[in-house]
């Protein structure tokens, strides 16, 4: 299995913060690396798939880069809908894994 | 719009066997570039992929739970389950239908239009 490790697993940043969420592979995964957002009590929703395509609908404050092994998603700028969870997933093999999630509080 | 919904929540007793079903709404089930899955989330944890099946009935399973697992599709009444059996508290976790979306110009597959998942608990 290739096993997805995110850092940090919390952060607290205030509104307007850039941020930056890191999601390493235990192997490498070309670019076949996805983003989702999930917040209390909710499914989780996609962000960006393919390492740094923006899916249809997400704020462009929302990007992403990497390829192989290491990843980053980063928010530009911090707005208050914004403090949920976050987690990365691999769907280069089965079983398609996921990071432990970054959960981004409000400072 | 196509919407996921899960069966409803419940309480399942060990060692029995977990069911539920997700009816698809808004589309089609029998699109080639999509497979649909089971996702779940014990509580205050992360996100574990179960496995997923083609509107042919194609299936993956993740290895860690195949032994117990069971997903089968029912294209006429635009529904797909799973099936759990012999389960523990460890089993205790919401779950997610979702559609999977085989993106063959990217090579990729995603996880893109989720249910709003259900809990299931298992206890005595």
């Known amino acids: 299995d290739i096993q997805m490790t995110q850092s940090p697993l919390s952060l607290s940043a205030s509104v307007g913060d850039k941020v930056t969420i890191t999601c390493r592979a235990s192997?490498?995964?070309?670019?076949?690396l996805n983003w989702y957002q999930q917040k209390p009590g909710k499914a989780p929703n996609l962000l960006i798939y393919?390492?740094?395509s923006l899916q249809s609908g997400v704020p462009s404050r929302f990007s992403g880069s990497g390829s192989g092994t290491d990843f980053t998603l980063t928010i530009s700028s911090v707005q208050p809908e914004d403090f949920a969870s976050y987690y990365c997933?691999?769907?280069?093999?089965?079983?398609?894994?996921f990071g432990q999630g970054t959960k981004l509080e409000i400072k | 719009q196509l919407q996921l919904q899960e069966s409803s929540p419940r309480l399942v007793k060990p060692p029995e066997t977990l069911s539920l079903t997700c009816t698809v709404s808004g589309g089609s089930i029998s699109g080639s570039n999509y497979y649909w899955g089971w996702i779940r989330q014990p509580p205050g944890q992360g996100l574990e992929w179960i496995g997923t099946?083609?509107?042919?009935?194609?299936?993956y399973y993740n290895p860690s739970l195949k032994s117990r697992v069971t997903i089968s599709v029912d294209t006429s009444k635009r529904q797909f389950s799973l099936r759990l059996s012999s389960v523990t508290a460890a089993d205790t976790a919401v779950y997610f239908c979702?559609?999977?979306?085989?993106?063959?110009?990217?090579?990729?597959?995603?996880?893109?239009?989720w249910g709003q998942g259900t809990l299931i608990t298992v206890s005595s």
């Open positions: 393919a390492a740094s």
């Open positions: 099946i083609s509107y042919s009935g194609t299936t």
């Open positions: 997933q691999q769907s280069y093999s089965t079983p398609y894994t």
């Open positions: 979702a559609r999977l979306n085989t993106m063959e110009q990217l090579d990729l597959d995603v996880f893109d239009i």
């Open positions: 192997r490498s995964i070309s670019n076949v």
